[in-house]
């Protein structure tokens, strides 16, 4: 019976994602574009992507205009497509927060401006193969001057939906060269960056 229960979820999932829907199903959740992605409840309580957002939308690249790229480290977003990617995903999901970011680094050490070694421990701990199952990649950024692509597995920005200014926001930047994490400022909102989702759970 649980079987036969399963795949007509699946059957009604894979239906609805073909008609441009959204749907989740355990621990998995898929976009309209038909990818599918891990998600985790962290110990922030929340439920976040353990993948990088790669739906395509105006305002989103693969590195280097490089398909493969996005199949490895997901597309590269502005500030505005970052926000509404995560938003098509429905059900609540959104773009994180700089504190949403915060609590959850906090739990492996903190970045490098609240943690004792520099954020070191939370790079790790957040990165692929870390402990904690996040997943994070090196994607690199697309720049402002001539879309210029830069830092592909040297650093992996993510945006925050917290702004500083009309112009820019707040991301977390993992480093490869001190192997820390960082929450930086200064961000353009038309640079490229990576993303990652997130949603409240019900006991959150």
């Known amino acids: 019976m649980q079987n036969k229960f399963l795949t007509l979820l699946l059957s009604v999932c894979i239906h609805l994602v073909s008609q441009g829907a959204k749907c989740q199903t355990g621990e998995t959740i898929s976009d309209s574009d038909g990818n599918t992605y891990s998600v ?42 970052a926000a509404k990617a ?22 492996y050490g ?8 520099g954020g070191k421990t939370a790079y790790k701990a957040l990165q692929t193969g870390g402990e904690s199952g996040f997943n994070a990649t090196l994607g690199g950024n697309r720049e402002l001057a001539e879309g210029k692509y830069a830092r592909l597995n040297a650093h992996g920005f993510y945006w925050t939906s917290t702004e500083i200014d ?37 006991k959150h």
């Open 40 to 81: 985790k409840i962290m110990p922030d309580g929340n439920q976040w992507m353990t993948q990088d957002l790669n739906v395509q939308v105006d305002s989103s690249w693969c590195f280097a205009d490089d398909p493969v790229n996005c199949k490895v480290y997901g597309r590269l977003y502005t500030y505005a497509s």
């Open 86 to 107: 995560c938003e098509m995903l429905g059900n609540g999901w959104h773009l994180p927060s700089r504190k949403d970011w915060e609590v959850l680094s906090d739990h």
């Open 110 to 117: 903190g970045a490098s401006n609240k943690s004792k070694d």
């Open 166 to 202: 009309v112009l820019t926001a707040w991301n977390f930047n993992f480093g490869a060269g001190g192997k820390a994490l960082h929450c930086q400022d200064g961000m353009e909102k038309r640079e490229g960056a990576s993303v990652r989702c997130i949603r409240a759970t019900a």
